[in-house]
DNA sequence: TTTCCACCGGAAAATGAGGTCC
DNA sequence: GGACCTCATTTTCCGGTGGAAA
């Protein structure tokens, strides 16, 4: 029987004296942008094309770039972007580049913030109106020397949230001061959120398109062996286990960034163990560690109401993982559970609206169930993954972790 | 065919914590 | 200092749903 720190030192061991397997990690991570990009071609020649126009200070069409997560949308413009700019570096071709990741700035004012950011335009964090903000932007736009080309990543997200405001003043903007802001990519996995636009912004965002295909198997298994050339040192990854790696993204939409996540946890758990190669078996123990991992971290990162849901229907199931709850039960449960707490628990609609956020998440799996007109309408819950997942990720939490304690 | 049950979920308003502006 | 702003979270209101019973 080993002790926690028997195991902790053996790991410790492989990777301090074990074999090396990693020459740069960094390589197989997202932001990564590698120095050429296989299967893009025909978009990198469009895309640079385009742009070329804008470092002439023409006038020229907006572009509208959609495709599956993973497919190098991202990568591609980033790539394209940064090399025009080196080239265009001492010359008078040069540009100024705003890039927005609309989803991952969240607001629409966040997105306005972030281009002042990149143009020098200080804004307060709140405090402002979204409008007074893009005010301030247009005007420091105006005072831009150089042409000025918006790159909108994930713009669904705006758009689905917020409407298409901002896109609108964006490319009326585009149409007034064209030698202002040359130029707006749009970027989109969502093909349909197109059908929210007014048709003005969409006549104006769509002049071009650029699609990017999901990459196929082998498409990906060579993308993956570019990767690892520059990842790891010479041999230690076995073709078997690219290739497995390889047909895993492609029956998951293509998705480059599966595969390198794949090929560099499969490495991460070799080194581990201290083994010199990485094999087949590391694939598959990755694509396990990393569904696990994605559970573990969406639980942690809830709020605590979420999480006492969560708690309330283990301690129903506990016993009987594979029984149903009525969502009813369950806030009763809940309820018991946040008094005993001292709090007050949420209305039964704010519960309603996590136990549909937590069965969107997949850690819920909802039915919904008629009885008729004495039993009615009702949802029952299960978990729709292992119980004892959830408990690993549930004991992450100081104050779960307490209440935990007393159900077990 | 209508009624009823037990929710479900959209929309709007409220709340409270952070902030700016004049 | 008061008016006004964003933003995330929550509450309130209320119409919709679908199948069995009346």
């Not at 298994?221 to 690892?228: A, G, N, S, T, V």
Request: glycine letters at 6%; aromatic letters at 8%.
């Amino acid at each position: 029987m080993f002790s926690s720190d028997d195991i902790i030192d053996k790991i410790f061991e492989n990777v301090v004296k074990g074999p090396k397997l990693f020459k740069d990690k960094s390589v197989l991570f997202h932001d990564y942008i590698p120095p050429r990009l296989l299967f893009r071609e025909e978009q990198i020649s469009k895309l640079a094309h385009h742009l070329s126009s804008l470092m002439r200070r023409q006038r020229t069409s907006n572009l509208f770039i959609y495709g599956k997560p993973g497919t190098g949308k991202t990568a591609v413009t980033k790539y394209v972007i940064s090399r025009l700019l080196d080239r265009a570096k001492g010359t008078n071709y040069i540009f100024n580049a705003i890039y927005v990741n609309c989803r991952l700035a969240g607001t629409e004012y966040r997105v306005i913030k972030l281009m002042a950011d990149t143009i020098g335009l200080d804004l307060p964090f709140t405090g402002l109106s979204s409008e007074e903000a893009l005010h301030r932007l247009i005007d420091k736009f105006r005072q831009q020397v150089n042409p000025i080309l918006i790159v909108l990543d994930e713009v669904d997200a705006l758009v689905a949230r917020y409407g298409d405001n901002l896109l609108y003043a964006l490319t009326r903007l585009n149409y007034d001061y064209h030698e202002i802001i040359s130029m707006i990519i749009g970027i989109s996995n969502d093909l349909r959120f197109k059908e929210l636009l007014d048709p003005r912004v969409l006549s104006s965002l769509s002049e071009e398109e650029i699609v990017f295909k999901p990459y196929t198997a082998m498409e990906l298994e060579q993308i993956l062996w570019d990767r690892i050339e520059l990842a790891f040192y010479p041999n230690v990854v076995e073709p078997a286990a690219v290739k497995l790696a390889a047909g895993i993204s492609a029956a998951e939409n293509g998705d480059a960034r599966k595969a390198l996540d794949l090929i560099r946890v499969a490495g991460e758990i070799a080194e581990m163990e201290g083994a010199g190669v990485v094999t087949v078996d590391h694939v598959r123990k990755a694509r396990e560690s990393i569904d696990r991992e994605r559970v573990v971290e969406v639980i942690r990162t809830l709020p605590l109401h979420s999480k006492l849901i969560i708690l309330s229907l283990y301690s129903i199931l506990v016993n009987s993982p594979e029984s149903r709850v009525r969502s009813s039960s369950l806030y009763n449960k809940y309820s018991t559970i946040v008094r005993h707490l001292g709090e007050s628990p949420l209305s039964m609609r704010r519960f309603h609206g996590l136990v549909t956020e937590l069965s969107m998440l997949g850690i819920f799996d909802r039915h919904i169930s008629n009885l008729g007109r004495r039993g009615g309408r009702f949802s029952s819950i299960k978990f729709g993954l292992p119980i004892s997942m959830v408990k690993k990720a549930l004991e992450e939490d100081p104050i779960i972790s307490d209440l935990l304690i007393q159900i077990d």
